[in-house]
């Protein structure tokens, strides 16, 4: 069973908007920092936004602030990534992604320190 699962990508022009949801198990949203990274062709896989799932610590990268938001339904153990206003350079796959940290601050977070992806899902802007 996957712990995490990510959908919503596909294809806007630039100045569209797009909505990635990604739904965990129990185990893999409670008390875990829960969010995206994104890999484009020949480029290594860059932290998006992450949010603590318990409430509080909410990361951006610089490079979306202020277009992207992530949000949370606790209930349905879902997080959301709105992105608006994208740009040709927001084309990537995002990978929903699971860290566990405890003590809640999802700063700095790095590939290295997930625990549970999901599959990806592909997002495309064109120009």
């Known amino acids: 069973q996957a712990q995490v699962t990510d959908s919503g990508g596909g294809s806007v022009q630039a100045g569209g908007s797009l909505t990635l949801s990604c739904q965990a198990t129990?185990?893999?949203?409670?008390?875990?920092?829960l969010g995206w990274f994104r890999q484009a062709p020949g480029r290594e896989r860059e932290n998006v936004a992450f949010?603590?799932?318990?409430?509080?610590?909410?990361e951006y990268a610089d490079s979306v602030k202020d277009r992207f938001t992530i949000s949370r339904d606790n209930g349905q153990r879902t997080v959301s990534l709105r992105m608006t206003d994208l740009k040709p350079e927001d084309s990537a796959m995002y990978y929903c992604?699971?860290?566990?940290?405890?003590?809640?601050?999802?700063?700095?977070?790095?590939?290295?320190?997930?625990?549970?992806w999901g599959q990806g899902t592909r997002v495309t802007v064109s120009s």
């Open positions: 129990s185990n893999s949203y409670f008390g875990n920092c």
């Open positions: 949010l603590y799932t318990s409430g509080g610590s909410i």
């Open positions: 992604a699971s860290v566990v940290r405890t003590w809640g601050n999802c700063r700095g977070l790095r590939a290295s320190d997930v625990r549970d």
